[in-house]
């Protein structure tokens, strides 16, 4: 009997409050999944998990960290991890304690005391580089240790989920939605997509009502917790999702996306002349596509050259504050492969010049960072004698 003693139930308890689910990203303890933990005197010991929802897509996840936490414990002989289901009175549960008491369908980004900056990417037409930008800002956000979310609002021509090399569907718990999380470079970046909820490669043939319920489904229906950052790649031009958005979210702010091309700039000025009507914050211009980087060092403007400023520069005249360009994205061949194989190019050539170029402008976007100035306050003024 000179064994080393079984580890005590409060010991388990701590080493399994270390365990977060994939999804939710809490501890699988503050959550009420851990119904029943058992050590036999021996150090072997028996884990009862409840999923959230029959044949939950990370199962083998939670098995697989459950047994390495519980198996780290000093005086662990053994560890045998069992899977239940939550019963509904449980989801429930879960599902008020993650909205945290607030109403049903409230969109979180939209309270007055939301912390989370919400950028929308747009653009004045397709084929400028709208979704490549924005998965990359989003994975180059997330190396900066912001919490991140991203939303494809392309109804029509959804991508973002390949850019990101998210395969996995949502979870749902009840009418509550837990968004897939996408890992580029080991950060977590949340996505949603409606091209997770169609087979194949299925269109979409939505007119505007149908939109809009999406769009609320989204930010109300999803649960995103605690965002610093979420980005929402819009489709191209000022259409049913532009609008929409602006009534959602009226605190969002607008990134236009152009090439330097002048028949192009001259779409995306429209894109961002939407704000004087949404009244939303401009936040800047980025210009993609800017020139070929050649061999010998010199570049090649394939596409021509100050669009990007052009766009700025108007913009600016049109509203009457300033609208900076953020900066210029060459072409890259690393930034296709990249979304081709779901590996954005910041994590996956972070030294190439288009990775370059858009940690530049994540560094920016990150340094705005989050705050109060403007947002109502829970406070009431009192008067000193």
Known sequence: MGGMPAPSTATLQAALATVNDPEIRKPITELGMVEAVDVSDTGHVRVTVLL?????????????????????????TGVDVQLGVMSDEQRSGLRQQLRGGAPEKEIPFARPDSLTTVYAVASGKGGVGKSSVTVNLAAALAQEGLRVGVVDADIYGFSVPRMLGVTQPPTQVDDMILPPVAEPGGVPVKVISIGMFVPGNQ????????????????????????????????????????????????SSELIVVTTPQQAAAEVAERAGAIALQTHQRLVGVIENMSWLELPDGSRQEIFGSGGGQAVADSLSRSIGADVPLLGQVPLDVTLREGGDQGRPVVVGSPDSPAATALRGIARQLARRGRGLAGRKLAITPTLSR
């Open 52 to 76: 959230t929802v029959p044949g939950c897509p990370m199962k083998d996840t939670i098995t697989r960290d459950v047994t390495r936490a519980v198996g780290a414990v000093e005086g662990v």
């Open 203 to 250: 269109p979409v043939v939505w007119r505007g009502p149908m939109l809009h319920r999406a769009m609320q489904q989204f930010l109300a229906d999803v649960y995103w917790g605690d965002l610093d950052v979420l980005l929402l790649d819009l489709p191209p031009g000022t259409g049913d999702i532009a609008i929409t958005v602006a009534q959602l979210l009226p």
